[in-house]
């Protein structure tokens, strides 16, 4: 069993960073953060293997980096300017190679106008 702890949400106004952390209490494969927004469906918003590759959905790219740090099995997500549209409940998520799906408890980010 792997625990994920996040942190690092809060509120921000518009055109600011927030850098969420989540550390996993294990060694995972796969990382990523999800979001989820009031009355919307959870969604991928950034994804990391452990080798460094990432994706992004196409609404935060250029402006949110993910990043791990393997020996801390630590994953980083760096939030550049900030729109209210990007106000959700954020989840980690953490894969092993062969099996075991773990997420969160989620962190609350508000971007105010």
């Known amino acids: 069993q792997v625990q994920l702890v996040e942190s690092g949400g809060g509120l921000v106004q518009a055109g600011e960073s927030l850098r969420l952390s989540c550390a996993a209490s294990?060694?995972?494969?796969?990382m990523a953060w999800y979001r989820q927004a009031p009355g919307k469906q959870r969604e991928l918003v950034a994804h990391?293997?452990?080798?460094?590759?990432?994706t992004y959905a196409d609404s935060v790219k250029g402006r949110f980096t993910i990043s791990r740090d393997n020996a801390k099995n630590t994953v980083y997500l760096q939030m550049t300017s900030l729109t209210p549209e990007d106000t959700a409940v954020y989840y980690c998520?953490?894969?092993?190679?062969?099996?075991?799906?773990?997420w969160g408890q989620g962190t609350q980010v508000t971007v105010s106008s």
């Open positions: 294990g060694s995972v494969f796969r």
């Open positions: 998520y953490a894969a092993k190679q062969f099996g075991g799906d773990y």
């Open positions: 990391i293997t452990s080798r460094g590759s990432t």
